[in-house]
Structure formats: C-alpha cells, structure tokens
C-alpha cells in the first residue's frame, strides 16, 4: 500500500531516461566522423529549447533538433542534407529502450504507483516513439510540453501535469537522466529522481536541490522509490 506523504505519481522524461540516444551516433560518425559529435549536438538542443522558453518563444522540439542539427554542420563546417534531416527524424522515432527499463516499470506498476510521461517532444503520429520501444502499455498517460508552449524545466510543464491527473505537484516524483529536469521539477514542489547514465551526473553546486533519489540504474532507483514507502 503506498503512503499518501510519497508520490502517487511517477512521471518519466523519455529522451534519453527511457529510450536510447545512443543509436543516433552513426548518423553522427557518418556526418562528422566522429559519434561523440551526439552530445554537442544534444546539448544544442537542450540549450536553444530553454533559450526559447525564457525569451517567450516556442518551437517544436522535433524542428529545434534538425536546426542545431544544421547549426552544429556548420560549426564544423560541413554540409547538412536533407537527406541527413530524415536519418536524424526516423532514428528518433525508432530509439530503442535501455535494458533496464521494461523491469524497473514493471516493478513500479506492480508496486501499485500510476506512471505518465512528460517529453519536449511534440506528440506524434502512431507508432509512437513508446509504441516503437514497446513501452507505451506501461503508462497511464504521456504528456507532452507543447500544449504548455514551454519546454521543461520550467514550472509550468509539471504543473500541467499534476492539474490533468487532478493530483498535488507534491504527489509527483519526476524520473530524469537530466538533472536539470529534476531540478526543475523539485522546485515546482515535486520530488525528484535522479538517474545519472553515462555522460550525467549530479552538480554539486551551492544552491542545487539534492534529489530525492539517485542511482546509476533505473531498476535500482524503482527500488528506492518503493522501499521509501515501506
């Protein structure tokens, strides 16, 4: 039986926590020859998305990730084609699930906790990225940020959240590789759980809210999740 003081809600950022960005590098080796350029390339992304945010301004997440696609072609000074804007789409679509994370949701649902999503991502067509990975049955829900026009971390996206499954911010536990998205979310009066995969990892800067959770695998931060309970 879950206690009302923990979160009755575990809502999962995607990209990256669930599914698998690491199959986006030979799209990166073929064009730049080297797979590494993934996460100048990502951190773009994330960059320019926030930008976005805090000047008021929207994009969709899919059209920001092909134009610092582009921005990062011509930093190194290389052609982007079209034909390199359809690899990064389709391998974005079909991103495959870590391998800890059909067990990890599967002890999550069966510990008796509802499970949604929250992505940058815009909402897309079936098959769904989730559907693509096999995961979608797990959730209850899977929010995106685009009806906030906003894109996480800024409040407004976990609230929304909340006030669509009719809960407290507080009953929320946000679930991130990212942790500025657990940041984001902690200040918004949620709980925070951190899984710091390769190339993430906690800022240990004054000021920083510590999450709630933290481990290096997800199975292992479901199982802190359910033992807080106990």
Request: charged share 20%.
């Amino acid at each position: 039986m879950i206690n009302k003081k923990g979160p009755s809600v575990i809502v999962f950022d995607v990209n990256e926590t669930l599914l698998d960005i690491t199959t986006l590098e030979p799209l990166f080796k073929r064009m730049f020859g080297n797979p590494a350029l993934l996460r100048e390339w990502f951190a773009q992304l994330v960059l320019y998305s926030q930008t976005m945010t805090l000047s008021g301004l929207y994009t969709p997440f899919n059209k920001l990730g092909a134009a610092a696609l582009k921005m990062t072609a011509s930093i190194h000074q290389i052609a982007c084609t079209d034909n390199d804007l359809e690899e990064l789409g389709d391998r974005m679509r079909r991103m495959p699930a870590h391998p800890d994370v059909a067990s990890a949701l599967t002890r999550l649902k069966n510990a008796g906790y509802r499970m949604v999503t929250l992505t940058n991502s815009p909402v897309s067509a079936s098959p769904t990225p989730l559907e693509e990975a096999g995961l979608s049955d797990y959730f209850e829900r899977t929010f995106s940020v685009e009806v906030t026009g906003k894109f996480k971390p800024a409040p407004e996206t976990y609230q929304y959240v909340a006030r669509e499954l009719s809960v407290e911010t507080s009953e929320l536990c946000l679930v991130a590789c990212h942790l500025w998205d657990t940041i984001g979310a902690q200040a918004a009066g949620c709980q925070g759980a951190f899984l710091a995969r390769p190339y993430n990892a906690f800022l240990p800067a004054p000021g920083v809210p510590h999450p709630d959770f933290m481990a290096s695998d997800l199975t292992e931060l479901a199982e802190q999740i359910i033992n807080a309970e106990l």
